[in-house]
Nanobody, 122 residues
Framework: QVQLVESGGGLVEAGDSLRLSCAAS????????MGWFRQGPGRERELVAG????????YYADSVKGRFTISRDNAKNTVYLQMNTLKPEDTAVYYC???????????????WGQGTQVTVSS
């Protein structure tokens, strides 16, 4: 059973940057996609970014394109989300997820971390 542990959330001001990390453990298999979801107050959980096993294929929600960058280090079983030019509307709990399938498909992901809070003040 895979376990995912996120880190790197916090309270920042608009325009600041944050880097989220997620370490996966307990899964010996390969070829899985990794992604980041977020859920803001009163909103549904949305897929923010996804990355294929090789890293050659990435997906971004329109709301974060050009500001967020997803990357992964398979040797460390870790996925990262670099978030730049943060906005108050980015405020949410951010969840790391893994699964087998296409990185840009929400239903690909079936294992979740506990989430990390990101709060952006105006």
């Amino acid at each position: 059973q895979v376990q995912l542990v996120e880190s790197g959330g916090g309270l920042v001001e608009a325009g600041d940057s944050l880097r989220l990390s997620c370490a996966a453990s307990g899964r010996a298999a390969s070829n899985y996609a990794m992604g980041w979801f977020r859920q803001g107050p009163g909103r549904e959980r949305e897929l923010v970014a996804g990355i294929s096993w090789s890293g050659r294929s990435t997906y971004y929600a329109d709301s974060v394109k050009g500001r967020f960058t997803i990357s992964r280090d398979n040797a460390k079983n870790t996925v990262y989300l670099q978030m730049n030019t943060l906005k108050p509307e980015d405020t949410a709990v951010y969840y790391c997820a893994v699964g087998y399938g296409l990185a840009y498909v929400r239903s690909t992901y079936d294992r979740w971390g506990q989430g990390t809070q990101v709060t952006v003040s105006s």
